[in-house]
């Protein structure tokens, strides 16, 4: 984990899980590096959190792998779920609901599945196709601590693979691509 900058309560906090996705931002807002994971994502933005100063709104930007053909492009996420959770064997066994999707934008953005797998097997991604559009590794426990902490949060997702077979090298060749535009979006935004 590493906050690089200020936070402040006047400007959202951009939240990168890793330097390659981050490395074309400015450094006219504060941005945490949290590691690559749900757990490194949450236990970093909880941290920040709970150390001070919070921000108007939590923005998670990163890559994400397209689960059908034809993603591409940046994209602002409207719900995220997690791909990794068993939710009905959780909610037999206690009767409690765990893991429930959360609305983290409107209109009709993709759904993101976050899950702690890297998903490069194509069935992998076809069984996650049937419920969401992209995946990633830390939206959900971005989009978890910022509601719990009651801040607005975005999730802005930039395709840079297929998930499926050659995912990891496709993910290493587009990466730097892919920080240009999360940071030409970031720009765009006007801060």
Sequence with gaps: MRLLGTIAPDRPLLVVAVREEAAYL???????LTGIGKINAAAALATVLAQGEKPDEVINLGT??????GWEGTHHVTQV???????????????RSYGAPLIVGRGDGPVLATGDLFVSDPAARDRLAEHADLVD???YAVATVAHRAGLPVRLIKHVSDEAGDGAAHSWRESVDDCARHLAHWVAAQGW
Excluded: F, K, N, Y
């Design 26 to 32: 400015d450094d006219r807002l504060p941005v945490l």
């Design 64 to 69: 994400a792998g397209a689960l059908r053909p």
């Design 81 to 95: 779920i997690q791909h990794d959770l068993d939710s009905p064997a959780l909610l037999a066994l206690t009767g």
């Design 137 to 139: 590794m830390e939206g």
